[in-house]
């Protein structure tokens, strides 16, 4: 891949952070968007990465800029790490810097952002990604990625030839920058397939508002757990979406292995008082099963519940 790849990232948390990390180490003509003391940070320190995956990374962009309005060159690729509360007005921003080949990949929560992403653009390539990584910005801004593992699938289901070559000219960027990314062909199952275990989970947690050590001793809050899983299943099998055998007893393991000291990011941002995901992980759900007519009635309580406070 050409060293000098115009490439820009928007959002530069936790999975934006480590994406900036990994690719400005590697190209000469990356792009931040960041507001604020973020954005103060990113230009007199630089991306900070302490990575127990990569090792401690210092890197540079070449620009750090509030805007996507300010971004004059038309890019190459584009990584939205943002909210799903920001995407439109994210989206609004960048119309000015992508063409016909600009790959346009929203690395977000959610299972329809592509599709939200793709409406927003008369031009450019949108993509489906889906990232696996802990990772966090910390109060310096630098950000800590934990565990032996980063990875991120990207495709774009039924794609033409040249939508299908532009994602694939984006996992081959990443992939040089050492980014542990592989190329699928049905990213909408990699999709739902993450997007099921975190309606689960960010909705319990963020139901009881409780730690997942303090879930996972509970056999009922477990089952509750269980059910989340097999409804928001339901809904992805009914759109048709090609969920593998054995996913909720599988999932159902990894929730009752995970850490002590573990929670989500809706539970975290409600507890703040934040702008938060309920949305994403509830509100689509429920909205598709309504429209599918599939029951989904622990989903709707804690959703409903959820929402009023």
């Not at 507001?35 to 990569?54: F, N």
């Not at 038309?74 to 080949?101: A, G, M, P, T, W």
């Not at 774009?156 to 990314?181: F, P, Y």
């Not at 090609?242 to 995970?258: A, H, P, Q, T, W």
Request: glycine residues 6%; neutral net charge.
């Amino acid at each position: 891949m050409e060293k000098k790849v115009k490439i820009t990232i928007v959002g530069i948390g936790g999975v934006g952070g480590y994406l900036s990390g990994m690719l400005a180490k590697t190209y000469e003509n990356v792009t931040l968007v960041a507001r604020g003391e973020r954005k103060k940070s990113l230009e007199k320190e630089g991306i900070r990465l302490h990575s127990q995956y990569h090792g401690e990374i210092t890197a540079r962009a070449k620009k750090v800029v509030e805007s996507g309005q300010e971004i004059r060159e038309v890019q190459d690729f584009i990584f939205l790490c943002v909210k799903n509360y920001s995407l439109e007005e994210v989206c609004r921003d960048l119309q000015s810097c992508i063409d016909e080949h600009t790959v346009i990949l929203p690395v977000m929560n959610g299972a329809d952002t592509a599709e939200r992403t793709e409406k927003f653009f008369e031009k450019g390539i949108v993509g489906e990604a889906v990232i696996y990584i802990t990772a966090f910005f910390n109060p310096d801004y630098s950000i800590t990625q934990i565990g032996n593992y980063a990875k991120i699938y990207v495709g774009k289901t039924n794609a033409k030839t040249q939508e299908a070559e532009g994602v694939k000219r984006a996992c081959d960027c990443l992939k040089e920058a050492g980014v542990d990314c592989r190329y699928v062909l049905d990213s909408q199952a990699a999709v739902w397939e993450k997007y099921i275990f975190n309606c689960a989970y960010n909705v319990l947690t963020a139901y009881y508002m409780e730690m997942t050590d303090t879930l996972q001793t509970s056999p009922e809050k477990c089952k509750e757990f269980k059910t989340l899983l097999e409804e928001a299943c339901a809904v992805a099998l009914a759109k048709q979406i090609s969920i593998r055998d054995g996913y909720v007893e599988s999932e159902y393991k990894r929730f009752m292995s995970l850490d002590a000291g573990s929670t989500s990011s809706l539970k975290r941002d409600m507890e703040a008082g934040r702008k938060n995901e309920l949305e994403t992980f509830s509100g689509y759900l429920i909205k598709e099963a309504r429209r599918l007519q599939i029951p989904v009635p622990v989903s709707e309580k804690m959703y409903e519940n959820l929402k009023a406070e």
